[in-house]
């Protein structure tokens, strides 16, 4: 059998980023970081958090922020589209000449 195979296997702490809670377990890596463990985990404490380790929802808000709303967006077409209309009222649609004969 093959001697220095298998990597060493002692005892290290694992931490939380978020909660900050320490784990002692049995590992062949030292200093082992988490996002979430099970003191600050939405499924373990059933309250919602958000955890931003690259400000990623800061950054989803200013963008939003910036956008403007759909509803202008749509008022202005229908404007521009109700002023066309109106420029060209002598000519009429098909479905406007039928309804006439009507």
Do not use: W
């Given at each position: 059998?093959?001697?220095?195979?298998?990597?060493?296997y002692h005892?290290?702490?694992?931490?939380?980023?978020t909660?900050?809670?320490?784990?002692k377990?049995?590992?062949?890596?030292?200093?082992?970081?988490?996002?979430?463990?099970?003191?600050c985990?939405?499924f373990?404490?059933?309250?919602?958090m958000?955890?931003d380790t690259?400000?990623?929802?800061?950054?989803?808000?200013?963008?939003l922020s910036?956008v403007?709303p759909?509803?202008?967006?749509v008022?202005?077409?229908q404007k521009?589209?109700?002023?066309?209309?109106s420029?060209?009222?002598?000519?009429?649609?098909?479905?406007?000449m039928l309804?006439q004969?009507?």
């Amino acid at each position: 059998m093959r001697k220095n195979t298998h990597p060493d296997y002692h005892e290290t702490v694992i931490i939380c980023n978020t909660c900050k809670t320490e784990y002692k377990l049995g590992t062949s890596v030292d200093g082992v970081r988490v996002e979430l463990c099970a003191n600050c985990h939405p499924f373990y404490t059933g309250k919602e958090m958000l955890v931003d380790t690259d400000n990623l929802v800061d950054k989803f808000n200013k963008k939003l922020s910036a956008v403007k709303p759909v509803g202008t967006l749509v008022s202005k077409k229908q404007k521009r589209l109700e002023k066309k209309k109106s420029s060209t009222s002598q000519a009429l649609t098909l479905k406007d000449m039928l309804a006439q004969i009507k």
